[in-house]
């Protein structure tokens, strides 16, 4: 969501959003820099600085992080790369946005994330999770947590086990083989601070395109991005989350979604942004996960162009085909 946040700010024209890149990528693509900062605001100061230590642990140069600017318990982090001590303008800069923002400043080395290795067992422990907060590992949810030490087990690159967690099953089966070591893992929710995600019962106006290609996106809302293009009309969206966070998106671009939803969100993301002409497909038996297979095992869509009313009496056909019970209601 940093580069919907990017859209939404007046940023747009100044920050490059056309490639997907983790923070550690894009800190590294920086590496001929005389400084790389991390700018950065954590639900709390120990997520944080957690998060600082696992992305600063992957960049070979030294980063200052400035944690939670404007906050009380923000900082100013020097943590210190294969450069070490002898990076002086570094240790200026990090001195000058601590005087500047009135933060304290921690210098430390960096720490490699560390992964407990117990009989063909890993163990990594999440670091803080609060109740009631979704786990994801790799952009899937794979459970909820329960309390706030929280361990995900794997043996022979599978997760067997989360403890201080209910776990998802079906997101375990997912995501298949993992290594704990490198795996993108948070808990929490995509937040929502910008006033543009704040608005409620947001229609906004299509793009002006009367017909174009339909592309799908199967419960990998991350993939919005480089999945459309100018010649966009529609994006099919499998997933409850899928759609609300592909819908919030594209509204941005004015291209309207057909979800095909189950009723089974995780609740990772809630929006009310929509684009006209987007409406949304209840499966009231089955589930979207069969579907979406279907969907593009059976190629469906294919290559061809659409209207909008095309790609739904294509769409409802070929539901009725698989009898599966649903109904279908505006996205707004």
């Known amino acids: 969501m940093a580069r919907v946040a990017v859209l939404d700010s007046p940023l747009r024209a100044l920050v490059d959003i056309t490639r997907k890149m983790h923070t550690s990528d894009a800190l590294s693509h920086f590496s001929n820099k005389d400084v790389i900062i991390l700018a950065n605001c954590g639900k709390t100061p120990a997520t944080g600085i957690f998060f600082g230590q696992i992305v600063s642990s992957r960049v070979d140069r030294s980063i200052i992080q400035v944690e939670r600017p404007g906050a009380r318990d923000g900082r100013v982090i020097l943590w210190y790369g294969a450069d070490g001590d002898k990076a002086d303008v570094v240790e200026r800069v990090a001195r ?20 407990e290795h117990k009989g063909g067992t890993d163990i990594r422990i999440v670091h803080g999770a609060q109740k009631g907060e979704r786990i994801l590992v790799e952009g899937t949810v794979v459970g909820m947590v329960t309390g706030t030490d929280v361990e995900i087990i794997a043996r022979d690159g599978r997760i067997v086990d989360i403890r201080g ?3 998802k099953d079906h997101g375990l ?16 929710y995509l937040r929502r601070n910008n006033k543009a995600q704040r608005r409620s019962n947001v229609v906004v106006p299509a793009r002006h395109l009367e017909r174009g290609k339909v592309i799908i996106i199967n419960h990998a809302a991350d993939r919005t991005f480089e999945a459309v293009d100018e010649r966009t009309i529609c994006a099919i969206t499998i997933g409850d989350d899928t759609t609300a966070i592909c819908s919030d998106i594209l509204s941005r671009i004015g291209i309207p979604v057909l979800g095909i939803t189950d009723g089974d969100a995780d609740g990772i993301y809630h929006t009310a942004r929509a684009v006209q002409g987007s409406i949304i497909i209840r499966l009231q038996s089955g589930s979207d996960d069969e579907i979406g297979r279907l969907l593009e ?22 539901l009725r085909r698989t009898q599966v019970r649903f109904t279908e209601y505006p996205a707004m």
């Open 96 to 115: 000058y946005l601590a005087d500047a923002l009135a933060l304290t400043l921690h210098k430390t080395r960096k720490k490699t994330m560390h992964v």
């Open 297 to 318: 095992e059976q190629n469906v869509i294919g290559d061809g162009s659409y209207t909008l009313a095309e790609l739904k009496t294509t769409v409802i056909a070929f």
């Open 165 to 167: 967690a209910i776990i």
């Open 173 to 188: 089966e997912k995501i298949g083989h993992v290594d704990l070591e490198t795996a993108y893992i948070k808990t929490g």
